[in-house]
């Protein structure tokens, strides 16, 4: 299982998120890998109004607006080198916790893949902002969901928020500090959008040091009739154990 | 982390889980233990209107009902030496597809634990039917959850639903045939309603193998500023990574 945290406010996430996925269409055992997205918000407390993002590159890095222009542009260019579409200029970055909160929304009906793809596209593929009043909801329809629930999860602030805390929580105590950031069968971290090459290196290092459940307990005390098998009481298709006298 | 699949038509799920919670109860490390309950439907196929237990175990083991009721009764006894409350007679059993489905919901919302105990509560404790009309929707509430919305994802049938299938598909990827299964870091499993002291010994085995995360890749090329270290670029709470030109 590959589990990442991503925010969609974070483009190196849009790019990580198609190495990782050439990585996996080139990996023999792709079949089996199941691939989970969490949230991560980079920045909680940042503003649900959107920003243009080169003035907030330039604020944080203490830079001039052509230089945080420029970072942008390189930014651009590896999104570009991957196959990715990417805006020429303009932009925007608001608080993401609603559109994490659709992900877990989608998550339920098996669109959340849909969705995440999506919104990296409405954020960095497309002029229009993808924080605009009306625009998650729309492209909760464009995933398949229905827009009437949709608008009812964007209204109650608290639908899927506790799910977005959590997957932050998981993230935090597995030592993110920033993403994408990509758990292989919870024992292999990659950090950042490293390059597919890494990513072939962790699903076949994941694949080969894969384990098989081990049974504990059951030592053949237990001679009960029911299906679970290993000495323990339990229920199956046919019935439960009956206890021995 | 502790996964546990069940089934409300359970009687040995009932009594596992209090048995795992006494091991749990005494374990040093129990504030770490994360627990997760998943669904696993025993009887996909059984009708939703319940039918007394009695005459169901008698018909699947081809026994009497005199001897289905000692059965029925010994599962009491292990019930009750647990500490469990457990019905004098007449339980019942029907399909259990919408309360795993309404153990999602509650899950979303942080009650999943409160809703699985009284769910086992109205089922095994108490002379009732679990599956009246109207009983799940008032569990739910009970739980802590608005009856509106429990109304509507017991009226909605694909609520949830994929989630309920989800955990099923993933029990039996894992091998699992039958319910309690529990499996701890997803490396050791315990099938059955094991004595707590197996229990202790899963907690204990998984504790001192538990793996801390490996990186992979970061061959320290990268010489970004963002917060993703490892090499690969990526965004932290201060910015993004601006690629080397």
Not at 25 to 28: I, L, R, S
């Given at each position: 299982m590959n589990t990442s945290w991503s925010d969609i406010n974070c483009p190196w996430c849009y790019i990580g998120k198609a190495r990782f996925?050439?990585?996996l269409?080139?990996?023999?055992h792709r079949g089996e890998v199941e691939v989970v997205h969490r949230s991560f918000e980079l920045d909680p407390r940042s503003p649900h109004q959107a920003r243009p993002v080169v003035p907030l590159i330039a604020a944080k890095y203490?830079?001039?607006?052509?230089?945080?222009?420029?970072?942008?542009?390189?930014?651009?260019d590896n999104a570009r080198a991957e196959g990715l579409a990417y805006v020429r200029a303009g932009r925007d970055a608001a608080n993401s916790f609603d559109m994490h909160r659709m992900l877990h929304f989608a998550a339920e009906?098996?669109?959340?893949?849909?969705?995440?793809?999506?919104?990296y596209r409405a954020n960095f593929a497309e002029e229009a902002s993808a924080f605009a009043p009306g625009r998650l909801v729309e492209l909760a329809v464009e995933a398949g969901l229905d827009g009437e629930r949709a608008a009812r999860?964007?209204?109650d602030r608290e639908a899927y928020a506790e799910a977005v805390r959590e997957d932050e929580a998981t993230a935090s105590a597995m030592g993110a500090t920033g993403?994408?950031?990509?758990?292989?069968?919870?024992?292999?971290?990659?950090?950042?959008?490293?390059?597919?090459e890494t990513f072939t290196a962790a699903l076949?290092?994941?694949?080969?040091?894969?384990?098989?459940?081990?049974l504990v307990g059951g030592d053949g005390a237990g001679e009960n009739g029911g299906e679970a098998g290993n000495g323990g009481e339990g229920c199956g298709p046919e019935g439960c154990a009956v206890p021995r006298r």
């Open positions: 996925e050439r990585a269409a080139g990996f023999a203490g830079i001039g607006l052509e230089q945080a222009e420029a970072a942008e542009q390189r930014i651009a009906h098996g669109r959340q893949a849909a969705l995440l793809d999506l919104l999860v964007l209204a993403v994408p950031f990509f758990v292989f069968d919870r024992r292999l971290g990659v950090s950042g959008a490293q390059p597919a076949e290092q994941a694949w080969e040091s894969r384990t098989v459940l081990t």
